[in-house]
Structures are given as C-alpha cells and as structure tokens.
C-alpha cells in the first residue's frame, strides 16, 4: 500500500489479529466466501497459485489440498508469520512481506484477492497487477456495492479516524474492478452473491 497508510495496516493487522484468526480457522475453517473462491478456481491439478493479502494461509493451506502444486503469498504485514508458520508448517508456499502492487512478482496459474480489494486505495493498480499476473484466473472477493455497506464502513472509518489509524476501508466500484481485469485481457466468468460479499472469477 504505497504512501503513509502502510504501516497502519500493519498496526491494525497484527500478530493479536493473526492469533484470532488461527483460531477462529481450527474452530469452524473456511468462511463462507473463502469456500466460494475454492470452488470458483476449478481444477487446480499442478498450478502455482499466488494470493494477494492472504493472511495466516488458510486459503493457500486448502488451494494446495485441492490440488495445486505450490503457493506464494505476498502480505503487507508480518504480524501474520508466526501464524502462518504454525499452520502451514512444512507446505510448499513461499511467504513474502510487502506491497504487492510495487513489488516484483512472477506470474501464477491463479491469482487470489480475498477481501484485499476493500483494503486498498488503488483498485486499478491492484486489480490490473493481479489480472496481468493471472495466466488462467484470477479469484476476487469485495464488498457489494450497497447503501448500508457504504454506511457501515464509513462508520468504521469514522472510528479508525479517532484512533488515529490511517488504515480505511473502501467500497470499490464494480465496473472498475471488471474494467481493470478486463484490460489484461481477463474476462468475468462468474459472480456468487451473499448480503455483503460478492466473489468473482475471471478468467483468460
């Protein structure tokens, strides 16, 4: 996340989130959009999948369950290794730290963006590296675009505000994040719809 606003992402996704997360994992495991992009990637047999923003590694844990062959992850914040450490173990993923839309990547089979889109300002850098970095499908999750989804998440800006957290939530366009996908030649395939979800697959 290029500029002042990465080291509050850093501060609010922190090793007490990580923790939280893990157990919230071994408790109940996939949410129910995360069961969505598993299902939306198809038949992973030997593709390398790269996730953007994907946390203690839950998702690359049951990608590689699925069938693909390796993983890299690229996280902005650490505070979630020592998590992912303790989860993935000796799995075939390479765990990176920074931002991914100014950092060096290879491409993959699959891209995943699970709720990642709604935590960056620049949807057109994001999404448009994800999709170019996509050689089969790339696999999003966002928020809907909603009058009561807009609300709530200026309300929780509103909060980070008094906190004095830079970090803030966004309710990206959909056309645009279709527009971005689409001028790496990516096309939508599918959308699965829940009251404040939507996951995409788009593939080339």
Known sequence: MPGCCASDYRRFFNRKFAAADLRRYRRRGLSETERDLVALAGDLRGASVLEVGGGIGALQLELLDAGAARATNV??????????????????????????????????????????????????????????????????????????????????????????????AYVHPVARIVAAADAQGLRLERRVTHSLWESAAFSR
């Open 75 to 168: 996280e902005l914040s650490a505070g979630y290794e020592d998590a992912a450490a303790e989860l993935l173990g000796g799995r075939d993923v390479d765990r990176r730290v920074g931002d991914f839309v100014v950092d060096d990547t290879t491409p993959h089979d699959v891209v995943v963006m699970h709720r990642v889109v709604c935590c960056y300002p620049d949807v057109d850098a994001l999404v448009g590296k994800g999709a170019a970095n996509a050689q089969r499908r790339l696999l999003l999750t966002y928020p809907r675009e909603r009058w009561f989804i807009r609300l709530g998440l200026r309300a929780v800006n509103a909060f980070l505000a008094l906190r004095r957290c830079g970090f803030r």
